[in-house]
């Protein structure tokens, strides 16, 4: 379990979270911003790494500056110590509206209710301390309503699922050809719309990125590799073509 910072400027920090995932859980990448005096939590995951992270981030803040949860979507690796985190700090947390009367059903206690925030389909920016975030639309990538995280400072962009890999045993992307076969399989399957895929990727070459760090697997820690994921998203197919041939009544 490590905390790697990846951006540090006039007091901003952009810390990347990982190693939390163990056992049979699909390994998972949190991320801590933190400006001046207040922080953000990005997709904290579940009750099996609550602890751990809450320690580990108690280590490099205060737990009452932790002003915001950020949830990409409503997956239980994403969203499912919800309530522990509602319980044991101030923060209000955002999720697209979409799945505001879902997520509830994680075991969210009545009192924390009014701190859930729903996001609006075309995202939104968040000030904090002396700057701001800003939520931009992932919406079928792969969930329905689905949103990233980009940090205009660090020019940093979280893309929660998207770009996520599967087993490799290293944290940051060196060679991109090498590194698509653990991407591939997991895209293929999750992301289920060849057309969102395309519209993300115009989008995202609208945004000065400087690296792009998922939720699952390693980083994209430069401007070229940055690019060379949103190319490959670009021509990605949509699960819903992959599987076309599936649609059929078992015999």
Not at 39 to 57: A, E, Q, R, S
Request: charged letters at 20%; a negative charge; aromatic letters at 10%.
């Amino acid at each position: 379990m490590t905390a790697r910072t990846l951006y540090e400027a006039n007091g901003h920090r952009f810390i990347l979270l990982e190693g939390f995932g163990h056992g049979e859980m699909v390994p998972t990448n949190q991320v801590l911003i933190h400006n001046g005096d207040e922080g953000i939590l990005l997709d904290p995951g579940g009750h099996k790494v609550h602890y751990d992270l809450m320690d580990t981030i108690s280590a490099l803040m205060p737990i009452n500056q932790l002003k915001y949860l950020f949830f990409s979507h409503q997956d239980p690796d994403i969203v499912a110590a919800i309530n522990a985190w509602l319980m044991l700090s101030d923060a209000d947390a955002y999720i697209s509206k979409l799945w505001l009367r879902f997520v509830p059903h994680f075991g969210v206690d009545e009192l924390m209710i009014a701190r859930l925030k729903g996001i609006p389909d075309e995202g939104m920016r968040l000030p904090l301390g002396d700057g701001e975030l800003v939520f931009v639309p992932g919406h079928f990538l792969h969930s329905c309503g689905n949103f990233q995280v980009y940090d205009p400072q660090a020019k940093i962009l979280f893309t929660g699922d998207l770009g996520a890999s599967i087993g490799p045993d290293y944290v940051e992307v060196t060679d991109f050809d090498a590194h698509v076969p653990y991407m591939e399989g997991f895209h293929r399957r999750y992301m289920p719309s060849g057309h969102a895929n395309r519209a993300w990727a115009e989008m995202a070459r609208g945004l000065e990125i400087e690296m792009i760090v998922p939720q699952h697997g390693a980083i994209f820690p430069t401007p070229e590799l940055s690019r060379r994921f949103i190319d490959w998203v670009a021509e990605l197919p949509g699960a819903g073509e992959v599987m076309e041939s599936m649609y059929r009544v078992p015999a």
